[in-house]
């Protein structure tokens, strides 16, 4: 309550000092446009926001998809039909990287379709039991919330940099596995290792927010439905499958679908940590296009917008299937 | 009796997983959940800890294999006739007395001492007798060098993730709001489609277009300038929907009530909504400090001139840069860590307050 | 000070005509009550008298101006909201003088104002306190308040004790009525609530399907209703209908006649009326002669006899299972199960149509 009152008392010092300089002008536009047209002038620098960074930005990837050149500019840029996607597909053999003209997509879209599942598997996993952890009558339950959230707040680069830190051949993990007897590992430089390190601090960083949705969900049933099935002699174990996991099903799917949408989307943390590396063993698709469309010379502007929009697609279809799916299971 | 035996378990696993409030006796599920919860408290927190422990070691100290626990340095002295002080060693004579050395340099595996009581006499010492001598010290000079090593750049660094953050959370919250009030608070043509072309942004990830962003950004003449990291990401459309979802609860009353106060348009998202909406903007301004705080692939894209690098940019580049000098590096990470554990410990209850409800709804 | 003038008003919203056209005349002065159940269209009348509805037809005349166009806050009208509309941040001098700094009214009448309106209304030392700290009844003062500091011609009211207890809002009813009194503007007030509009009115206006049912001074709507509507919506508890037939009697006299029982002669009534079929005969609970001699009149089985103390709600049965609701003056004697003999007292009672239209006046 205080502090809420103290917010906004001090967004309204704040707010004061523009406020005299724009109220004059909004109060003119209202005379101007009168007052039906105003919520147009609320929204108007919203909506040009969102029209010139998000929905005009889509199809200005369609259209770079289909042409060529390093020319950023899309009127300096000639059509080149299916070129960047008959690029992207022109494999001697779909099952070896190899042979591709573009192997790296290929690695990378393999990494990829691996690192997705494996993580979020995981990671939902490891939220819910964190969740059902947090959601009992323990002591200190706010701090080892705080505990397990944390990581959420820092930046992806400061994750990698601290976990470099910690894997690096002279690090505190090698030193610990010296101490009982066991050898050193450089983990960053073989590919498992490397691999699994990468799920590992993808999830380390991540899960806490998934934890507190979950957590929130289960906070959310009420508790005379555990006490209705406590009098309806049902074990705990199927008060748990039969009430539990159906009622957290609605924020489950929205769990799924963000972690996958995040997962697929995984870059910056690997790009410090890793850089891709060893080789291509953690290159997933966001860093190829990446590479493709900034870090390499020429820029394949081209390439990188083909890339992107297969990468979009296979969400749209991941996330139209899985809604559909989740609608199918409701009607039961 | 098998049969028993499985209830009793499957029992106790339902139990564990059920429960909510639970009985005064600790059984063995609860002793489960502190281990894990214990265990999640050594993963979680201690490789923090062991950043930040380690960005106070000394850059000797930060070589040695195994590392040690707490950060070292060694005692040095100053010696008549030497301009540098000198470490100091525990020496193991032959005869098996402890003295106390200081060593001028290292020859191989001997290494040449002096008395700091007697100056003039020099000894040659085998490397293996001797132990160096010290003490806890925190190396805050790490900190300092790397104000002095990037000759201030830091403070740029610092001044343009600032920057960024600032103005882009001040916008988003305004640019926002005030969509959020016109979509909740009148009733208009074409305010179902304004709302569904916001939101479907949701469905679009940022990385999907990259390229044409960073075009339109090169249109309007911003790369390698803040306000090309800042117009991007302010529409954000969890922003608006938020808000607009805080906003519906508003009663119209008031807002007729305002109007019949003589109060314009403005006046009324300015003088009433805004203020009756401050849970949410804590809310919207919460996560929009946090992600454009830790933003990192739109400012490595489109910042591309070294003095206007994000803390994160150039963190990220002195990882390559300064890969030898952990020294300066960990100092950083810290010191770019810690603005948001600090919001954190304020803040926890409205972040994960807010981050539940975007997830839920 | 005004008179308000409603000519052929239409309100419709898409498809649905809410208010198929009213016309009224409310002189300077009055204290006019809207009545009507719910959804009557009481509440969309006054908005378009405030200018917060658009009006679909008419006209609206305040002082013989036409205001359909003119912008709710420059019509010279206040309201006080059903939920009062107070806006939560502000203390209750802010609310006050929000609508009179937004008119940049000189600081030392906007003081001046409150001042006075807060005096009248007993909440000066509430002046600092923010809608939250104060109890119901304060925060309708307030409300009240903000609608005098306003100064307006007309004040609207709706449904502003809705939201009261039971004790209070007989309280804040007197306060109402006398604030009238001490102002003098012209008031008009919504309501659901019959005894509202009994107690505070000047002038009734009984509405139902967004039509006006009848105008007039409470007691005249209560003594002469002009339809079957009006007769069983205006009082409490509600006038006794009973359905039948008109005859004449061999003595020339007209008679009610209802199936089983016997026919009521109706000495007073105008002899015009004749014989007809299908008539509704009114009677108020309190205008029955109640005998326990059978041949007084009609039989009626006692079913629960409420005692309130100063007097007696007898709840009876008719024969053909016809409730009759019966008062009876001070502590009743009745019991459940006795049989009472009853019939209108004089010419208390009231005759109405087929089409329920009041007939014999």
């Keep these: 309550m205080s502090a809420r009152s103290q917010f906004a008392a001090a967004t309204g010092t704040i707010a004061a000092l523009p406020a005299r300089l724009i109220e004059p002008l909004m109060y003119g536009l209202q005379r101007l446009v009168g007052i039906k047209r105003m919520p147009w002038v609320f929204l108007i620098p919203n909506l040009t926001a969102v029209v010139l960074f998000a929905l005009l930005p889509v199809f200005i990837n369609i259209f770079y998809s289909v042409s060529g050149s390093d020319r950023l500019f899309p009127w300096d840029r000639p059509l080149i039909g299916g070129a960047n996607y008959a690029t992207l597909f022109d494999c001697g053999n779909y099952l070896d990287p190899s042979t591709c003209s573009r192997d790296l997509f290929w690695r990378a879209l393999g990494n990829t379709t691996v690192f997705v599942p494996i993580q979020v598997t995981v990671m939902i996993g490891v939220a819910l039991i964190t969740a059902l952890c947090l959601n009992r009558e323990i002591r200190g339950r706010g701090f080892f919330r705080g505990i397990f959230f944390f990581p959420v707040m820092l930046s992806p680069v400061v994750v990698a940099l601290m976990w470099q830190w910690i894997l690096q051949r002279n690090g505190a993990l090698n030193g610990l596995m010296g101490a009982v007897g066991l050898t050193p590992v450089n983990w960053l430089v073989f590919p498992n290792t490397a691999f699994f390190w990468s799920v590992f601090i993808t999830v380390w960083a991540h899960m806490g927010f998934y934890t507190i949705i979950l957590l929130a969900g289960l906070q959310a049933i009420p508790r005379d439905v555990y006490e209705a099935a406590r009098m309806d002699s049902a074990s705990p174990w199927r008060s748990f499958t039969k009430i539990t996991l159906p009622l957290l099903k609605p924020v489950l799917l929205v769990v799924f679908i963000l972690a996958v949408i995040r997962s697929v989307q995984t870059f910056d943390e690997l790009y410090v940590l890793t850089g891709g590396g060893p080789g291509s063993a953690t290159m997933l698709m966001v860093q190829y296009i990446y590479e493709v469309g900034f870090a390499s010379q020429p820029r394949n502007f081209g390439l990188a917008a083909a890339a992107s929009l297969l990468l979009g697609l296979a969400l749209l279809i991941f996330t139209a299937i899985q809604m559909r799916i989740s609608r199918g299971g409701a009607n039961d | 009796m098998t049969d028993l035996g499985v209830v009793k378990t499957g029992s106790s696993i339902g139990a564990f997983i059920t429960r909510r409030r639970g009985r005064k006796k600790l059984d063995w599920t609860d002793w489960l959940t502190y281990v894990y919860l214990l265990l999640g408290l050594v993963i979680m927190f201690t490789p923090v800890l062991w950043v930040v422990v380690s960005s106070f070691k000394t850059p ?100 343009n993730s600032l920057f960024i953050t600032i103005v882009a959370t001040i916008i988003t919250l305004i640019m926002n709001s005030m969509a959020a009030f016109a979509l909740s608070k009148y009733r208009f043509r074409g305010s179902n489609m304004a709302l569904v072309a916001i939101l479907a942004t949701l469905m679009i990830p940022a990385t999907v277009v990259l390229v044409p962003t960073y075009m339109i950004v090169a249109q309007l003449g911003l790369v390698g300038n803040l306000w090309g990291v800042i117009l991007p990401t302010v529409a954000t459309p969890t922003g608006v929907f938020l808000l607009r979802q805080y906003m519906l609860t508003i009663p119209d009353e008031l807002i007729e009530a305002a109007r019949m106060d003589h109060a314009s348009e403005w006046r009324i998202f300015w003088r009433i909504i805004l203020p009756l909406s401050a849970p949410a903007l804590a809310v919207v301004a919460i996560f929009s400090i946090l992600s454009r705080w830790n933003d990192f692939l739109l400012p490595l894209v489109v910042l591309t001139r070294r003095e206007s690098y994000t803390l994160q940019l150039a963190l990220a580049s002195f990882s390559t840069e300064y890969g030898i000098r952990y020294d300066l590096l960990l100092a950083m990470t810290t010191l770019t860590a810690l603005p948001l554990a600090f919001a954190f410990i304020f803040l926890q209850r409205y972040i994960t307050s807010g981050i539940a409800s975007t997830g839920i709804k | 000070m005004a008179n308000l003038t409603l000519e052929n008003i239409k309100k419709s919203f898409g498809v649905v005509e809410v208010i198929p056209g009213v016309d009224l005349e409310i002189n300077d002065g009055e204290f006019v009550v809207f009545v009507g159940p719910s959804g009557c269209g009481k509440s969309t009348l006054l908005r378009m008298i405030a200018g917060l509805e658009d009006v679909s037809d008419g006209d609206i005349r305040i002082d013989s101006a036409s205001v359909v166009n003119t912008p709710a806050a420059d019509r010279g009208v206040a309201m006080v909201f059903q939920s009062y509309a107070l806006y939560p941040h502000m203390t209750v001098r802010e609310n006050l003088s929000f609508g009179l700094e937004n008119i940049r009214m000189a600081k030392p009448e906007i003081a001046r104002r409150v001042s006075d309106a807060a005096q009248l209304l007993q909440i000066e030392q509430l002046l600092e306190r923010r809608p939250k700290q104060l109890s119901g009844g304060q925060r309708q003062r307030v409300a009240i308040g903000r609608a005098i500091t306003r100064d307006p011609k007309i004040f609207l009211f709706d449904e502003p004790l809705s939201n009261l207890d039971a004790e209070l809002r007989v309280l804040m009813r007197i306060e109402i009525t006398k604030l009238h009194e001490r102002l003098g503007n012209t008031m008009i007030y919504v309501t659901h609530d019959q005894i509202e509009a009994m107690t505070m009115a000047d002038k009734i206006v009984v509405l139902r399907k967004g039509v006006i049912e009848q105008v007039g001074a409470p007691l005249d709507l209560y003594n002469n209703p002009r339809n079957i509507f009006v007769a069983g919506f205006i009082g409490s508890p509600r006038m006794n209908f009973i359905e039948g037939s008109l005859v004449r009697t061999d003595a020339g006299h007209v008679a009610f006649e209802a199936e089983g029982l016997q026919p009521l002669p109706l000495p007073d009534a105008d002899p015009s009326l004749g014989a007809r079929e299908r008539v509704t005969l009114g009677v108020r609970p309190e205008d029955f002669v109640i005998s326990r001699e059978a041949g007084a009149g009609w039989p009626v089985a006692v079913g629960v006899a409420e005692q309130y103390g100063a007097s007696s709600y007898l709840h009876c049965t008719l024969k053909g299972e016809i409730p009759v609701l019966i008062h009876e003056a001070g502590q009743s004697l009745a019991k459940r199960g006795d049989v009472l003999h009853i019939a209108p007292r004089g010419k208390q009672y009231h005759l109405f149509d087929a089409d329920g239209l009041a007939i014999g006046r």
């Design chain 2, 60 to 159: 000797a100290n930060l070589t040695e294999f195994p590392p040690t626990l707490l950060p070292y340095a060694a005692e040095t002295v100053i010696v008549e006739g030497h301009d540098a002080p000198l470490p100091l060693f525990d020496v193991t004579t032959e005869e098996g007395e402890t003295v106390r050395l200081a060593q001028l340099r290292r020859v191989g595996i001997n290494a040449q001492m002096i008395d700091p009581a007697n100056p003039e006499e020099r000894l040659t010492i085998p490397v293996e007798n001797a132990q160096p001598v010290r003490q806890i010290y925190l190396a805050g000079e790490n900190y300092t060098n790397l104000l002095s090593s990037t000759g201030g750049m830091i403070w740029r660094y610092v001044f």
